[in-house]
Protein backbone atom coordinates (compact mmCIF):
# COMPACT_ATOMS: atom_id res chain seq x y z
CA UNK A 1 0.00 0.00 0.00
CA UNK A 2 1.34 3.54 -1.02
CA UNK A 3 1.63 6.12 1.15
CA UNK A 4 -0.17 8.07 -0.79
CA UNK A 5 -2.02 8.50 -4.37
CA UNK A 6 -0.20 7.23 -6.86
CA UNK A 7 -3.30 6.93 -9.48
CA UNK A 8 -2.43 9.99 -11.36
CA UNK A 9 1.47 9.04 -11.22
CA UNK A 10 0.82 5.42 -12.18
CA UNK A 11 -2.12 6.38 -15.36
CA UNK A 12 0.78 9.42 -16.84
CA UNK A 13 4.18 7.80 -16.52
CA UNK A 14 2.59 4.69 -18.34
CA UNK A 15 0.72 6.32 -21.49
CA UNK A 16 2.40 9.51 -21.99
CA UNK A 17 6.34 9.44 -20.49
CA UNK A 18 6.81 7.53 -24.57
CA UNK A 19 9.49 8.76 -26.77
CA UNK A 20 6.91 9.89 -29.50
CA UNK A 21 5.85 12.53 -26.76
CA UNK A 22 9.44 13.44 -26.54
CA UNK A 23 9.73 14.06 -29.73
CA UNK A 24 6.02 16.18 -30.33
CA UNK A 25 7.29 18.05 -27.28
CA UNK A 26 10.12 18.91 -29.73
CA UNK A 27 8.25 19.76 -33.01
CA UNK A 28 5.90 22.54 -30.46
CA UNK A 29 9.14 23.96 -28.85
CA UNK A 30 11.23 23.74 -31.99
CA UNK A 31 8.95 24.34 -34.47
CA UNK A 32 11.43 25.79 -37.29
CA UNK A 33 14.98 24.29 -35.40
CA UNK A 34 16.54 22.05 -38.48
CA UNK A 35 16.00 18.93 -37.73
CA UNK A 36 17.35 16.73 -40.79
CA UNK A 37 20.11 17.56 -43.19
CA UNK A 38 20.49 15.44 -46.00
CA UNK A 39 24.12 16.81 -47.54
CA UNK A 40 24.45 15.11 -50.71
CA UNK A 41 21.18 16.14 -51.80
CA UNK A 42 20.92 19.71 -49.98
CA UNK A 43 18.12 19.31 -48.55
CA UNK A 44 16.57 19.68 -44.83
CA UNK A 45 13.78 19.16 -42.84
CA UNK A 46 12.67 21.06 -39.59
CA UNK A 47 10.88 19.60 -36.80
CA UNK A 48 7.55 21.19 -38.37
CA UNK A 49 8.27 19.47 -41.50
CA UNK A 50 9.76 16.07 -40.46
CA UNK A 51 6.61 15.65 -38.13
CA UNK A 52 4.28 16.50 -41.28
CA UNK A 53 6.29 13.96 -43.22
CA UNK A 54 6.02 11.35 -40.84
CA UNK A 55 2.21 11.91 -40.95
CA UNK A 56 2.12 11.26 -44.42
CA UNK A 57 3.70 8.01 -44.08
CA UNK A 58 1.76 7.20 -41.04
CA UNK A 59 -1.74 7.68 -42.68
CA UNK A 60 -0.63 6.25 -45.43
CA UNK A 61 0.33 2.76 -43.73
CA UNK A 62 -3.37 3.20 -42.06
CA UNK A 63 -4.92 3.82 -45.53
CA UNK A 64 -3.34 0.10 -46.29
CA UNK A 65 -5.33 -1.18 -43.20
CA UNK A 66 -2.15 -1.25 -40.76
CA UNK A 67 -2.57 -1.09 -37.14
CA UNK A 68 -1.44 -1.70 -33.77
CA UNK A 69 1.46 -4.20 -33.32
CA UNK A 70 1.28 -4.57 -37.09
CA UNK A 71 4.87 -4.76 -38.34
CA UNK A 72 6.49 -2.22 -41.00
CA UNK A 73 10.12 -3.50 -42.08
CA UNK A 74 12.65 -1.27 -43.31
CA UNK A 75 16.11 -1.94 -45.19
CA UNK A 76 17.43 1.73 -45.66
CA UNK A 77 20.51 3.67 -45.96
CA UNK A 78 21.15 6.23 -43.62
CA UNK A 79 18.14 8.55 -45.29
CA UNK A 80 15.67 11.04 -44.96
CA UNK A 81 13.18 8.40 -45.37
CA UNK A 82 14.69 6.27 -42.89
CA UNK A 83 13.88 9.39 -40.37
CA UNK A 84 10.49 9.55 -41.59
CA UNK A 85 9.73 5.69 -40.95
CA UNK A 86 11.66 5.71 -37.23
CA UNK A 87 8.44 8.05 -36.42
CA UNK A 88 5.90 7.40 -38.83
CA UNK A 89 4.93 3.87 -38.13
CA UNK A 90 4.77 4.00 -34.13
CA UNK A 91 1.77 7.09 -34.81
CA UNK A 92 -0.31 4.08 -35.36
CA UNK A 93 0.82 1.63 -33.00
CA UNK A 94 2.56 -0.43 -35.63
CA UNK A 95 6.51 -1.80 -34.84
CA UNK A 96 9.67 -0.50 -36.47
CA UNK A 97 11.60 -3.69 -38.10
CA UNK A 98 14.91 -1.83 -38.73
CA UNK A 99 16.73 -4.71 -40.92
CA UNK A 100 20.44 -4.67 -42.50
CA UNK A 101 20.30 -3.43 -46.25
CA UNK A 102 23.22 -5.67 -46.88
CA UNK A 103 21.68 -9.12 -46.23
CA UNK A 104 21.06 -11.45 -49.05
CA UNK A 105 17.84 -12.38 -50.73
CA UNK A 106 17.67 -15.21 -49.08
CA UNK A 107 18.03 -14.03 -45.73
CA UNK A 108 15.75 -11.05 -46.52
CA UNK A 109 13.30 -13.96 -47.25
CA UNK A 110 14.21 -15.53 -43.43
CA UNK A 111 13.60 -12.40 -41.86
CA UNK A 112 10.61 -11.48 -43.55
CA UNK A 113 9.03 -14.86 -42.84
CA UNK A 114 9.64 -14.64 -39.17
CA UNK A 115 8.65 -11.11 -38.15
CA UNK A 116 5.61 -10.95 -40.95
CA UNK A 117 5.58 -7.29 -41.92
CA UNK A 118 2.64 -5.88 -43.52
CA UNK A 119 4.70 -3.81 -45.61
CA UNK A 120 8.53 -3.32 -46.73
CA UNK A 121 9.70 -0.42 -47.55
CA UNK A 122 13.81 -0.56 -49.22
CA UNK A 123 16.84 1.91 -50.48
CA UNK A 124 16.45 1.74 -54.06
CA UNK A 125 20.44 0.21 -54.34
CA UNK A 126 19.02 -3.33 -53.22
CA UNK A 127 15.71 -3.17 -55.32
CA UNK A 128 16.86 -6.60 -57.63
CA UNK A 129 17.88 -8.01 -54.47
CA UNK A 130 14.22 -7.40 -52.55
CA UNK A 131 12.08 -8.63 -55.78
CA UNK A 132 14.18 -11.90 -55.07
CA UNK A 133 13.53 -11.75 -51.61
CA UNK A 134 9.99 -11.43 -52.33
CA UNK A 135 9.95 -14.28 -54.55
CA UNK A 136 11.68 -16.64 -51.93
CA UNK A 137 9.20 -15.75 -48.71
CA UNK A 138 6.71 -17.69 -48.24
CA UNK A 139 5.24 -14.66 -46.16
CA UNK A 140 3.90 -11.89 -48.62
CA UNK A 141 3.72 -7.91 -47.11
CA UNK A 142 0.94 -6.15 -48.94
CA UNK A 143 3.50 -3.72 -50.05
CA UNK A 144 7.45 -3.32 -51.15
CA UNK A 145 7.55 -0.17 -51.18
CA UNK A 146 10.76 1.82 -53.06
CA UNK A 147 12.84 4.65 -51.64
CA UNK A 148 15.82 6.77 -51.42
CA UNK A 149 16.32 5.60 -55.53
CA UNK A 150 19.11 8.33 -56.07
CA UNK A 151 20.91 6.20 -58.70
CA UNK A 152 17.12 5.55 -60.61
CA UNK A 153 17.02 1.68 -60.36
CA UNK A 154 13.72 0.60 -61.86
CA UNK A 155 10.56 -0.48 -59.82
CA UNK A 156 10.42 -4.55 -59.51
CA UNK A 157 7.03 -5.33 -60.87
CA UNK A 158 4.47 -4.55 -58.10
CA UNK A 159 6.24 -2.19 -55.79
CA UNK A 160 5.98 1.31 -55.33
CA UNK A 161 7.26 4.35 -54.90
CA UNK A 162 8.12 5.90 -52.03
CA UNK A 163 6.74 9.42 -53.72
CA UNK A 164 3.38 7.46 -55.27
CA UNK A 165 2.92 5.72 -51.78
CA UNK A 166 2.34 8.44 -49.72
CA UNK A 167 1.09 11.15 -52.31
CA UNK A 168 -2.33 11.55 -51.69
CA UNK A 169 -1.82 11.00 -48.03
CA UNK A 170 -2.63 13.98 -45.08
CA UNK A 171 -0.13 15.03 -43.34
CA UNK A 172 -2.19 16.05 -40.00
CA UNK A 173 -2.08 13.71 -37.11
CA UNK A 174 -2.98 9.62 -37.81
CA UNK A 175 -6.27 8.98 -35.79
CA UNK A 176 -6.00 6.09 -33.56
CA UNK A 177 -8.29 4.09 -31.61
CA UNK A 178 -5.71 3.06 -28.70
CA UNK A 179 -4.36 4.54 -25.90
CA UNK A 180 -0.09 3.89 -25.68
CA UNK A 181 1.94 2.39 -22.97
CA UNK A 182 5.53 2.67 -22.59
CA UNK A 183 5.66 -1.56 -22.37
CA UNK A 184 4.49 -1.29 -26.27
CA UNK A 185 6.87 -2.58 -28.56
CA UNK A 186 7.97 0.07 -31.17
CA UNK A 187 11.47 -1.06 -32.31
CA UNK A 188 12.78 -4.46 -33.64
CA UNK A 189 16.25 -4.38 -34.21
CA UNK A 190 18.23 -7.40 -35.77
CA UNK A 191 21.51 -9.04 -34.23
CA UNK A 192 23.44 -12.16 -35.69
CA UNK A 193 22.73 -15.34 -34.62
CA UNK A 194 23.93 -19.12 -35.39
CA UNK A 195 22.10 -19.34 -38.01
CA UNK A 196 20.97 -17.42 -41.52
CA UNK A 197 18.00 -15.93 -39.98
CA UNK A 198 19.11 -12.52 -37.75
CA UNK A 199 17.65 -12.67 -34.12
CA UNK A 200 15.25 -10.38 -33.81
CA UNK A 201 15.39 -7.93 -30.85
CA UNK A 202 12.16 -6.05 -29.21
CA UNK A 203 12.55 -2.64 -27.53
CA UNK A 204 9.41 -1.10 -25.89
CA UNK A 205 9.05 2.61 -25.39
CA UNK A 206 10.23 3.20 -22.41
CA UNK A 207 13.49 1.47 -24.06
CA UNK A 208 13.83 3.58 -26.47
CA UNK A 209 13.31 7.09 -23.48
CA UNK A 210 15.63 6.03 -21.28
CA UNK A 211 18.71 5.14 -24.05
CA UNK A 212 17.51 8.47 -25.29
CA UNK A 213 18.09 9.34 -21.64
CA UNK A 214 21.88 7.51 -21.67
CA UNK A 215 23.31 8.93 -24.21
CA UNK A 216 21.68 12.74 -23.39
CA UNK A 217 23.30 12.02 -20.12
CA UNK A 218 26.27 10.72 -21.06
CA UNK A 219 27.66 13.32 -23.74
CA UNK A 220 26.12 15.47 -22.81
CA UNK A 221 23.62 16.26 -25.77
CA UNK A 222 21.41 19.28 -25.97
CA UNK A 223 19.13 20.87 -28.47
CA UNK A 224 22.16 23.08 -29.72
CA UNK A 225 23.97 19.72 -31.46
CA UNK A 226 24.66 18.30 -34.64
CA UNK A 227 25.15 14.73 -35.11
CA UNK A 228 26.42 12.34 -37.54
CA UNK A 229 26.56 9.06 -37.71
CA UNK A 230 29.41 7.12 -39.82
CA UNK A 231 27.52 4.07 -39.44
CA UNK A 232 24.22 2.88 -40.31
CA UNK A 233 21.23 3.74 -38.21
CA UNK A 234 19.54 0.07 -38.43
CA UNK A 235 22.15 -0.86 -35.79
CA UNK A 236 22.11 -0.11 -31.99
CA UNK A 237 24.91 1.77 -31.75
CA UNK A 238 23.61 3.60 -34.95
CA UNK A 239 20.18 4.15 -33.92
CA UNK A 240 20.98 4.76 -30.39
CA UNK A 241 24.34 6.21 -29.98
CA UNK A 242 23.51 9.76 -31.36
CA UNK A 243 21.32 8.30 -34.00
CA UNK A 244 17.81 9.21 -34.39
CA UNK A 245 16.91 8.49 -31.21
CA UNK A 246 18.64 10.45 -29.04
CA UNK A 247 18.86 13.31 -31.65
CA UNK A 248 14.81 13.68 -32.45
CA UNK A 249 14.40 13.29 -28.74
CA UNK A 250 16.95 16.12 -27.65
CA UNK A 251 15.57 18.01 -30.32
CA UNK A 252 19.43 18.40 -31.75
CA UNK A 253 20.10 18.11 -35.79
CA UNK A 254 20.94 14.36 -37.36
CA UNK A 255 23.31 14.85 -40.67
CA UNK A 256 22.47 12.12 -42.99
CA UNK A 257 25.59 10.31 -44.74
CA UNK A 258 24.27 7.75 -46.84
CA UNK A 259 27.28 5.73 -47.36
CA UNK A 260 31.05 6.41 -45.31
CA UNK A 261 32.95 8.72 -47.13
CA UNK A 262 36.06 10.25 -44.92
CA UNK A 263 36.23 13.70 -47.13
CA UNK A 264 32.51 14.51 -47.08
CA UNK A 265 32.50 13.67 -43.15
CA UNK A 266 35.38 16.29 -42.25
CA UNK A 267 34.15 18.90 -44.52
CA UNK A 268 30.70 18.40 -43.25
CA UNK A 269 31.90 19.35 -39.71
CA UNK A 270 32.79 22.42 -41.18
CA UNK A 271 30.24 22.95 -43.31
CA UNK A 272 27.44 22.08 -40.37
CA UNK A 273 29.01 22.47 -37.63
CA UNK A 274 28.71 19.21 -36.47
CA UNK A 275 29.64 18.58 -32.44
CA UNK A 276 29.22 14.87 -32.12
CA UNK A 277 30.39 12.09 -34.27
CA UNK A 278 29.86 8.32 -34.19
CA UNK A 279 31.75 5.38 -35.71
CA UNK A 280 33.49 2.41 -35.58
CA UNK A 281 37.15 2.14 -34.89
CA UNK A 282 37.92 1.76 -38.74
CA UNK A 283 36.04 4.91 -39.78
CA UNK A 284 38.59 6.76 -37.40
CA UNK A 285 41.47 5.08 -38.75
CA UNK A 286 40.02 6.97 -42.18
CA UNK A 287 39.37 9.64 -41.11
CA UNK A 288 42.59 10.45 -39.30
CA UNK A 289 44.17 9.52 -42.77
CA UNK A 290 42.00 12.29 -44.99
CA UNK A 291 42.20 15.02 -42.02
CA UNK A 292 46.12 14.23 -42.77
CA UNK A 293 45.64 15.82 -46.08
CA UNK A 294 42.66 18.25 -45.93
CA UNK A 295 43.18 19.72 -42.26
CA UNK A 296 39.58 20.65 -41.91
CA UNK A 297 38.58 22.86 -39.07
CA UNK A 298 37.32 19.79 -36.28
CA UNK A 299 37.35 22.90 -33.89
CA UNK A 300 32.93 22.11 -33.20
CA UNK A 301 33.46 18.33 -32.32
CA UNK A 302 32.52 17.73 -28.66
CA UNK A 303 32.62 14.16 -29.31
CA UNK A 304 34.06 11.47 -31.47
CA UNK A 305 32.75 8.25 -30.49
CA UNK A 306 33.49 4.68 -31.08
CA UNK A 307 31.94 1.41 -30.61
CA UNK A 308 32.57 -2.09 -31.87
CA UNK A 309 35.91 -2.56 -30.43
CA UNK A 310 38.18 -1.38 -28.00
CA UNK A 311 40.80 0.89 -28.76
CA UNK A 312 44.56 1.00 -28.51
CA UNK A 313 46.25 3.35 -26.72
CA UNK A 314 48.35 4.03 -29.71
CA UNK A 315 45.27 4.44 -31.70
CA UNK A 316 43.77 6.98 -29.16
CA UNK A 317 46.89 8.67 -28.76
CA UNK A 318 46.93 9.13 -32.48
CA UNK A 319 43.31 10.17 -32.68
CA UNK A 320 43.36 12.87 -30.25
CA UNK A 321 46.20 14.52 -31.90
CA UNK A 322 44.62 14.20 -35.41
CA UNK A 323 40.80 14.98 -34.87
CA UNK A 324 39.72 16.11 -31.55
CA UNK A 325 40.66 15.60 -28.12
CA UNK A 326 37.14 14.84 -26.94
CA UNK A 327 37.29 10.64 -27.68
CA UNK A 328 34.76 8.14 -26.45
CA UNK A 329 34.77 4.47 -26.47
CA UNK A 330 31.54 2.61 -25.79
CA UNK A 331 31.04 -1.00 -25.51
CA UNK A 332 27.86 -2.75 -25.12
CA UNK A 333 25.54 -5.22 -27.59
CA UNK A 334 22.01 -4.95 -29.57
CA UNK A 335 20.05 -5.84 -26.78
CA UNK A 336 20.93 -3.57 -24.20
CA UNK A 337 22.86 -0.92 -26.03
CA UNK A 338 26.07 0.62 -24.57
CA UNK A 339 26.69 -0.63 -21.19
CA UNK A 340 30.25 0.64 -19.94
CA UNK A 341 32.14 4.45 -21.32
CA UNK A 342 35.12 5.37 -21.50
CA UNK A 343 34.91 9.26 -21.58
CA UNK A 344 37.78 12.01 -23.03
CA UNK A 345 39.15 12.29 -19.21
CA UNK A 346 39.97 8.42 -18.91
CA UNK A 347 41.69 8.47 -22.26
CA UNK A 348 44.68 7.83 -23.74
CA UNK A 349 44.96 5.95 -20.33
CA UNK A 350 42.27 3.35 -20.13
CA UNK A 351 42.75 2.83 -23.72
CA UNK A 352 42.15 -1.66 -24.58
CA UNK A 353 39.78 -1.50 -21.86
CA UNK A 354 35.64 -0.69 -22.41
CA UNK A 355 35.50 1.21 -19.00
CA UNK A 356 33.55 0.86 -15.98
CA UNK A 357 29.74 0.26 -16.34
CA UNK A 358 27.22 2.90 -17.47
CA UNK A 359 25.26 5.31 -14.58
CA UNK A 360 22.18 2.64 -14.70
CA UNK A 361 24.16 -0.34 -15.84
CA UNK A 362 25.76 -2.64 -14.27
CA UNK A 363 29.04 -5.15 -16.28
CA UNK A 364 30.36 -7.82 -14.63
CA UNK A 365 32.69 -11.02 -15.20
CA UNK A 366 31.33 -14.18 -14.14
CA UNK A 367 33.00 -17.85 -14.34
CA UNK A 368 33.05 -19.58 -17.44
CA UNK A 369 31.40 -23.27 -17.11
CA UNK A 370 31.22 -25.74 -20.39
CA UNK A 371 27.27 -27.05 -19.37
CA UNK A 372 25.76 -24.15 -17.44
CA UNK A 373 25.59 -20.68 -16.66
CA UNK A 374 27.36 -19.07 -13.73
CA UNK A 375 25.43 -17.07 -11.47
CA UNK A 376 25.33 -13.85 -11.38
CA UNK A 377 27.20 -13.40 -8.32
CA UNK A 378 29.66 -16.45 -9.13
CA UNK A 379 32.47 -13.01 -10.18
CA UNK A 380 36.05 -14.24 -11.19
CA UNK A 381 38.53 -12.68 -8.45
CA UNK A 382 39.33 -8.79 -9.66
CA UNK A 383 42.91 -9.48 -10.70
CA UNK A 384 43.34 -8.45 -13.99
CA UNK A 385 44.14 -12.16 -14.97
CA UNK A 386 41.29 -14.25 -14.32
CA UNK A 387 39.13 -14.65 -17.61
CA UNK A 388 35.49 -15.19 -17.69
CA UNK A 389 32.04 -14.75 -18.90
CA UNK A 390 31.20 -10.92 -19.41
CA UNK A 391 27.61 -10.28 -18.33
CA UNK A 392 25.31 -6.88 -18.46
CA UNK A 393 22.27 -5.99 -16.38
CA UNK A 394 20.37 -3.12 -18.09
CA UNK A 395 16.86 -3.17 -17.46
CA UNK A 396 15.95 0.38 -18.75
CA UNK A 397 17.11 -0.75 -21.99
CA UNK A 398 15.75 -4.02 -23.00
CA UNK A 399 13.11 -6.04 -22.66
CA UNK A 400 15.67 -9.50 -22.17
CA UNK A 401 14.29 -11.02 -24.95
CA UNK A 402 13.99 -12.43 -28.83
CA UNK A 403 10.89 -12.11 -31.03
CA UNK A 404 9.25 -15.88 -31.03
CA UNK A 405 12.90 -17.44 -30.29
CA UNK A 406 12.32 -19.17 -26.55
CA UNK A 407 15.41 -20.73 -26.91
CA UNK A 408 18.14 -18.13 -27.13
CA UNK A 409 15.91 -16.23 -24.88
CA UNK A 410 16.73 -18.35 -22.28
CA UNK A 411 20.03 -19.32 -23.47
CA UNK A 412 20.88 -15.43 -23.56
CA UNK A 413 19.08 -13.90 -20.35
CA UNK A 414 19.08 -15.13 -16.59
CA UNK A 415 17.75 -13.17 -13.43
CA UNK A 416 17.65 -10.09 -15.65
CA UNK A 417 21.78 -10.34 -17.09
CA UNK A 418 22.62 -10.88 -20.32
CA UNK A 419 24.97 -13.13 -21.11
CA UNK A 420 27.11 -11.64 -23.74
CA UNK A 421 29.40 -14.49 -24.64
CA UNK A 422 32.91 -12.10 -24.64
CA UNK A 423 35.37 -13.46 -22.94
CA UNK A 424 37.25 -10.76 -20.72
CA UNK A 425 38.97 -9.51 -17.38
CA UNK A 426 38.31 -6.99 -14.74
CA UNK A 427 40.52 -4.93 -12.16
CA UNK A 428 40.08 -3.99 -8.26
CA UNK A 429 38.36 -1.12 -10.20
CA UNK A 430 35.43 -3.02 -11.75
CA UNK A 431 37.42 -1.54 -15.58
CA UNK A 432 36.48 -4.28 -17.75
CA UNK A 433 38.61 -5.40 -20.44
CA UNK A 434 37.66 -7.43 -23.09
CA UNK A 435 39.68 -11.03 -24.54
CA UNK A 436 37.56 -12.63 -26.45
CA UNK A 437 34.64 -14.49 -27.79
CA UNK A 438 33.04 -18.10 -26.14
CA UNK A 439 31.24 -18.50 -29.40
CA UNK A 440 33.87 -17.20 -31.95
CA UNK A 441 32.16 -14.90 -33.11
CA UNK A 442 33.76 -12.77 -36.32
CA UNK A 443 32.81 -8.76 -36.36
CA UNK A 444 34.01 -6.82 -39.74
CA UNK A 445 33.30 -3.63 -40.19
CA UNK A 446 30.88 -3.65 -37.09
CA UNK A 447 28.78 -6.34 -38.52
CA UNK A 448 28.76 -10.05 -36.29
CA UNK A 449 29.35 -13.25 -38.54
CA UNK A 450 28.98 -16.55 -36.89
CA UNK A 451 31.11 -18.54 -38.11
CA UNK A 452 28.90 -21.74 -38.15
CA UNK A 453 26.60 -19.69 -40.51
CA UNK A 454 29.32 -19.38 -43.10
CA UNK A 455 30.02 -23.19 -42.61
CA UNK A 456 26.81 -24.66 -43.65
CA UNK A 457 26.54 -22.19 -46.73
CA UNK A 458 30.12 -23.77 -48.17
CA UNK A 459 29.54 -26.88 -47.22
CA UNK A 460 26.28 -26.90 -49.82
CA UNK A 461 28.77 -26.60 -52.48
CA UNK A 462 28.86 -30.37 -54.13
CA UNK A 463 32.58 -30.36 -54.00
CA UNK A 464 33.23 -29.48 -50.67
CA UNK A 465 32.88 -32.40 -47.36
CA UNK A 466 33.72 -29.86 -44.70
CA UNK A 467 34.88 -26.28 -43.66
CA UNK A 468 36.21 -24.10 -40.97
CA UNK A 469 35.90 -20.86 -41.09
CA UNK A 470 37.79 -18.13 -38.68
CA UNK A 471 39.22 -14.52 -39.27
CA UNK A 472 41.93 -12.54 -39.26
CA UNK A 473 42.76 -9.18 -37.95
CA UNK A 474 42.62 -6.32 -40.74
CA UNK A 475 43.82 -2.62 -40.37
CA UNK A 476 40.33 -1.21 -42.54
CA UNK A 477 37.29 -3.76 -41.32
CA UNK A 478 38.53 -4.92 -37.91
CA UNK A 479 38.60 -8.95 -39.23
CA UNK A 480 38.25 -10.41 -42.60
CA UNK A 481 36.78 -13.80 -42.93
CA UNK A 482 38.89 -16.89 -43.64
CA UNK A 483 37.45 -20.43 -44.80
CA UNK A 484 39.49 -23.71 -44.83
CA UNK A 485 38.28 -26.31 -47.26
CA UNK A 486 38.01 -30.24 -46.97
CA UNK A 487 37.48 -31.04 -50.60
CA UNK A 488 34.89 -33.58 -51.46
CA UNK A 489 36.35 -33.52 -54.92
CA UNK A 490 39.91 -32.95 -55.49
CA UNK A 491 38.94 -30.70 -58.71
CA UNK A 492 38.32 -27.71 -57.00
CA UNK A 493 39.75 -24.36 -57.13
CA UNK A 494 39.50 -21.45 -55.41
CA UNK A 495 37.49 -19.45 -58.22
CA UNK A 496 34.51 -21.62 -57.78
CA UNK A 497 34.79 -21.45 -54.32
CA UNK A 498 34.34 -17.39 -54.75
CA UNK A 499 32.02 -17.17 -57.27
CA UNK A 500 30.11 -20.12 -55.13
CA UNK A 501 30.15 -17.41 -52.40
CA UNK A 502 29.04 -14.28 -54.31
CA UNK A 503 26.40 -16.01 -55.88
CA UNK A 504 24.76 -17.58 -52.65
CA UNK A 505 21.45 -16.26 -51.35
CA UNK A 506 21.92 -16.55 -47.73
CA UNK A 507 25.64 -15.15 -48.08
CA UNK A 508 26.00 -11.41 -47.30
CA UNK A 509 28.83 -9.27 -48.96
CA UNK A 510 30.58 -8.96 -45.39
CA UNK A 511 29.91 -12.49 -45.21
CA UNK A 512 31.83 -14.29 -47.81
CA UNK A 513 35.14 -15.52 -47.29
CA UNK A 514 37.85 -12.73 -48.66
CA UNK A 515 40.71 -15.69 -48.21
CA UNK A 516 40.52 -19.60 -48.83
CA UNK A 517 42.93 -22.25 -48.07
CA UNK A 518 41.86 -26.00 -49.42
CA UNK A 519 43.34 -28.51 -46.70
CA UNK A 520 44.02 -32.13 -46.31
CA UNK A 521 42.36 -32.45 -42.45
CA UNK A 522 40.16 -30.53 -39.95
CA UNK A 523 41.50 -30.05 -36.64
CA UNK A 524 38.52 -31.41 -33.69
CA UNK A 525 38.11 -31.81 -30.16
CA UNK A 526 37.76 -35.43 -28.94
CA UNK A 527 33.72 -35.11 -28.81
CA UNK A 528 33.93 -33.85 -32.44
CA UNK A 529 33.72 -30.20 -31.97
CA UNK A 530 35.64 -28.05 -34.53
CA UNK A 531 38.48 -26.20 -33.36
CA UNK A 532 37.93 -22.46 -34.37
CA UNK A 533 40.46 -21.13 -31.95
CA UNK A 534 43.26 -23.24 -33.48
CA UNK A 535 42.72 -22.47 -36.56
CA UNK A 536 42.02 -18.32 -35.89
CA UNK A 537 46.03 -18.55 -34.72
CA UNK A 538 47.00 -20.75 -37.66
CA UNK A 539 45.36 -18.55 -40.19
CA UNK A 540 48.02 -15.92 -39.08
CA UNK A 541 50.99 -18.16 -39.70
CA UNK A 542 49.32 -19.29 -42.98
CA UNK A 543 48.90 -16.01 -44.23
CA UNK A 544 52.14 -14.80 -43.59
CA UNK A 545 53.39 -18.34 -45.45
CA UNK A 546 51.43 -17.28 -48.25
CA UNK A 547 48.99 -20.31 -48.00
CA UNK A 548 45.65 -18.09 -47.92
CA UNK A 549 44.56 -17.33 -50.82
CA UNK A 550 42.49 -14.33 -52.37
CA UNK A 551 40.63 -14.33 -55.92
Known amino acids: MRTYDDTMFIDTFEHEYTWLNGFMRNVKRFTLRKAVIDGEMNRSWTYESL ?7 ANALQNLGLQKNDVVMIALRNCPEFCFSYIGPRKIGAILLASNFNLASGEFALLINHNKPRAVIYSGMISDIMAEAEQLAQWKPEKFILADNLENHSLPSGHISYEDFIKNSSDEEPKINFRPHIYDEVLRLCT ?11 LNDINEVLSAHDVIMHYPMNQ ?30 AVVMRKFQPSNALEWVEK ?32 LVTMGAPLSKADCIHYMEVLTPNIFNGYGTTETFWNSFL ?22 VVHLYENKKAEPEDCVPCDNVSEGEIIIRAPE ?3 YSYTNDEKQTREKFYKGWMYTGDTGVWNEE ?17 ENIYPTQVEEAL ?7 DSIVTSLPDTVRGQVVVAYILPEDKSLTIRELFEFCTNHKMLSIYKRPRYFALVDELPHTATGKKKHFEMKKRAVKDLEAGLLKKD
Request: proline share 6%; net charge positive; charged share 20%.
Open 272 to 303: YKITYMMGSPSNLAMLCLAQKKSHKNLSTLKG
Open 224 to 253: NDVTLNMTPWFHRGGCHSGGVCPTFYAGAC
Open 430 to 446: LIVTVRGRKDDLIITSG
Open 459 to 465: NEHPKVK
Open 192 to 202: SGTTALPKSVP
Open 343 to 364: RPYNLPDGAGSVGTSCTDDEVR
Open 397 to 399: KTT
Open 51 to 57: NKEANRL
